[in-house]
């Protein structure tokens, strides 16, 4: 007796209709998409045919999150050619086409901010915001202010400013009788108390274990994202011993949630002689570098010393550190103006920008290494080879340069006469650390996969590369 068994196909991804076919990536990742297209001649050719799943890469490989509640009913193929020209605008940049803006320069406290310059003179309490190539739906503030006029609290002098166009804030850290330090709070765009803040005046906590009349600040710098504020200070604590008196020099670090509270118990102290620098990651964590460690911190309960949540050790000093964050972050931004735009930078996937000086060295932080941790990160630091190499890149130069992140896009401005007085004249070097750089390039510049070494000589005169 001969049986004969029929052959079926079995079933499987490709026997389904394309439409399922073209459901079932999108759910997929990234990498995921362009890994199934690398591997499949059909499904290539069903992602070169998809706008859809092209506009899934080019969100992801941007570092962008979708903005909740936003409407955007336009085709998806003009959403993804607006997601390219985005990524393609360097590529058109005209250098000899510009606009000139005059501001006064009494000062060189110089920021931007949304579409803003602003200018703060310490000396003279001059202060001056002029919008600079707004947008054309942008509201704009355009504003003077005369000595006296920042603050208005008698007999007080101003220590640091702050102004954020995006929330209409202005915040001024101010002193009264040479000691006691508070942050004034007010509407940019006039005189007037800030609707959203909860008081007009942020308190400061005292250091703890010392008695305030041996505090004195030595400089003071006010930082804000969204709804934190933060003031990293110098302090000089003298202390007596006897008949001798000591002076510590000591650094703190106070966040307040200005919307919710005036008062913060949300305080770090930290004792080193080489400064520190801090940056916010997203709206629950902040990162401290000090004594040659980035200490990542949670900061979800204002109301609580941040909880240390990881210390990563750096390979190098850092000394004078200056931390910069991409300056196209608008995660910061009022709720009216982000709900304009259909996307935002994912904080976990940005870059962070380390400068330490003498001499000067550039390190370039993917922030995915600080939201990959586990529980127990906390307990031990982490040294460089097991996060930095995979995360980092870092760059010495011998004389200053000016470094701007934008995205995943890091500018870089060098003197084009560094021994010459007039350092006007910069040769402009542009870096793409997106997952996407190699494949959008066009032919231009070129690909870097080795690894970034640098020399150099610990203090027990042993050599490292890095």
């Not at 949304?114 to 001059?126: I, R, S």
């Not at 202005?170 to 009264?176: N, R, T």
């Not at 608008?330 to 330490?356: F, G, K």
Request: charge should be negative; glycine fraction near 4%; charged fraction near 20%.
């Amino acid at each position: 007796m001969r049986v004969v068994h029929e052959m079926r196909p079995k079933a499987g991804f490709k026997s389904l209709a394309e439409e399922l076919q073209l459901y079932v990536m999108s759910f997929l990742s990234c990498r995921d998409i362009l890994r199934c297209a690398s591997v499949c001649k059909a499904l290539r050719q069903m992602y070169l045919s998809s706008s859809e799943l092209q506009y899934i890469v080019e969100f992801s490989g941007q570092g962008l999150l979708p903005v909740p509640n936003s409407h955007d009913h336009s085709p998806i193929s003009k959403r993804l050619q607006r997601l390219r020209d985005k990524a393609h605008a360097w590529f058109n940049v005209d250098f000899r086409s510009f606009e000139t803006v005059t501001a006064p320069l009494y000062s060189e406290q110089i920021y931007v901010a949304d579409g803003h310059l602003y200018v703060w003179d310490q000396n003279e309490d001059l202060a001056t915001i002029i919008p600079i190539l707004p947008k054309p739906s942008q509201r704009t503030i355009q504003r003077n202010w005369s000595p006296g006029m920042l603050c208005s609290v008698s007999n007080s002098t101003n220590l640091d400013v702050l102004m954020d166009p995006a929330q209409n804030l202005k915040a001024v850290v101010y002193k009264v009788d040479h000691e006691t330090l508070y942050i004034d709070l007010g509407a940019l765009d006039c005189d007037s108390d800030h609707p959203q803040a909860a008081g007009r005046t942020l308190y400061l906590s005292g250091l703890l274990e010392y008695n305030d009349s041996r505090i004195q600040t030595a400089s003071a710098k006010l930082r804000g994202f969204g709804r934190h504020l933060a003031l990293q200070r110098s302090v000089e604590v003298t202390d007596d011993h006897g008949t001798e008196i000591y002076c510590e020099n000591m650094w703190q670090l106070q966040i307040w949630d200005w919307q919710q509270s005036t008062t913060s118990n949300s305080v770090i102290s930290i004792k080193t002689l080489h400064g520190i620098g801090f940056c916010f990651l997203g709206n629950n964590r902040i990162l401290v570098v000090a004594d040659n460690n980035l200490k990542l911190y949670s900061i979800e309960d204002i109301s609580k010393t941040p909880q240390l949540l990881a210390c990563f050790l750096s390979p190098l000093p850092l000394s004078y550190i200056q931390c910069l964050l991409p300056m196209d972050d608008i995660e910061h931004r009022s709720l009216s103006h982000v709900q304009q735009t259909m996307y935002t930078p994912d904080a976990n996937h940005r870059l962070i920008c380390l400068i330490a000086s003498f001499p000067t060295r550039v390190f370039i932080i993917s922030t995915r290494v600080f939201f990959n941790i586990d529980g127990t990160a906390a307990a031990t630091p982490i040294p460089w080879n097991h996060w930095g190499p995979s995360n980092a890149r870092i760059f010495e130069h011998h004389y200053s340069c000016k470094v701007h992140v934008s995205g995943n896009r890091v500018l870089q401005a060098f003197p084009v006469d560094a021994s010459a007085l007039n350092l006007n004249e910069h040769v402009l070097h542009m870096m793409d650390f997106s997952p996407l750089a190699a494949m959008n390039r066009r032919g231009l510049g070129r690909v870097v996969k080795e690894t970034s070494t640098i020399n150099f000589t610990d203090k027990l005169g042993e050599s490292l590369t890095i």
